[in-house]
């Protein structure tokens, strides 16, 4: 197969030491033929950090407040989409441990060396996927803020949100989860207040405060992009990180920073608690005042958290 090579860019990046353009949206060609997308942000020559997304969610759209925080520490921020989410192909039969192979294509078609990893909620498992799986002269760090574990199958995590259960039976039930789920889709497109209003129902008193302070437009934007090829994709990448990952923490080697928001009403602290556990040089953050949307308020303290 062919290297993964870039594909033509749509918005120019911005150039080292100026605010420029918020970032450069782009794809590359993959060696199986699939097109992967990624957003770029920060200085184009600060130090390379990967960012993964959440189950609902495609690549971050940072406010200025983020902007400054990446060019005032000099962090260039890549945040590629998973299959099937915003611009990136979809890949039947996929599973956890072929991420790192998907991001290994990217950061090395973006001519990147070693690379840190920041990743929340969904996107832990295949952040510790690549912690298992890259060589340690690529990855200098990896921080899970917000982590999920599996909640079916052996050694299973409690599932004591409502977030969690519902995913539970909807990972035991695809036939119907899919077809309820386009139908909510499509409702939720044509009517995003109603997304809005329902990512604040279940929220923790640190999540309704960070809601209320602008962090609800951008959920239901990355909903909504996450979803626009309709439920399968996000039920799909549900399915995965809810399920056993197919490999075993007890095998990571690489060090892992786990933070964690005391008050997260979606993914219980337990679940940080387990992993921390089970991997070998694992070592948890709780923040007493956050819940689960913590990544715009706390992007510098996790960050901090890579080694320099």
């Known amino acids: 197969m062919r290297p993964a090579r870039p594909l033509p860019t749509r918005a120019p990046r911005p150039t080292a030491g100026r605010a420029g353009p918020a970032a450069a949206t782009s794809a590359i060609r993959l060696p199986d033929g699939r097109r992967l997308g990624y957003a770029d942000y920060g200085p184009a020559d600060g130090r390379p950090v990967v960012y993964l997304h959440g189950a609902v969610g495609t690549s971050l759209s940072p406010d200025p407040r983020m902007l400054g925080v990446l060019h005032g520490r000099g962090i260039r921020l890549i945040a590629p989409s998973r299959p099937g989410f915003g611009t990136s192909d979809p890949l039947a039969g996929r599973r956890v441990p072929d991420w790192p192979t998907d991001l290994l294509a990217l950061v090395d078609a973006l001519g990147i060396g070693r690379f840190g990893l920041l990743a929340v909620s969904a996107g832990g498992p295949y952040a510790l996927a690549c912690a298992h799986q890259v060589p340690a002269s690529r990855l200098h760090g990896t921080v899970v803020a917000g982590g999920i574990a599996p909640v079916v199958g052996p050694g299973a995590a409690v599932a004591t949100t409502p977030a969690l259960r519902l995913g539970r039976v909807l990972v035991r039930r695809p036939a119907a989860a899919h077809r309820w789920g386009d139908r909510l889709v499509g409702i939720l497109h044509r009517h995003p207040g ?21 962090e609800r437009g951008q959920l ?89």
């Not at 604040?200 to 960070?210: E, I, K, L």
């Not at 990180?241 to 602290?269: K, M, N, Y």
């Open 194 to 214: 109603l997304l809005g209003t329902a990512v604040g129902v279940p929220a923790s008193g640190a999540d309704r405060r960070r809601l209320d302070a602008g």
């Open 220 to 308: 239901v934007a990355a909903a909504l992009a996450a979803t626009r090829r309709g439920a399968g994709p996000f039920l799909a990448d549900l399915r995965l990180v809810l399920q056993p990952w197919g490999f075993a923490l007890e095998s990571v080697r690489a060090p892992v920073v786990l933070v964690h928001g005391a008050q997260d009403a979606t993914v219980p602290v337990a679940h940080a608690r387990e992993i921390e556990r089970r991997l070998p040089r694992g070592r948890l953050r709780l923040l007493a005042d956050e819940g689960h949307y913590l990544l715009r308020a706390r992007l510098a303290d996790l960050l901090d958290e890579l080694p320099a």
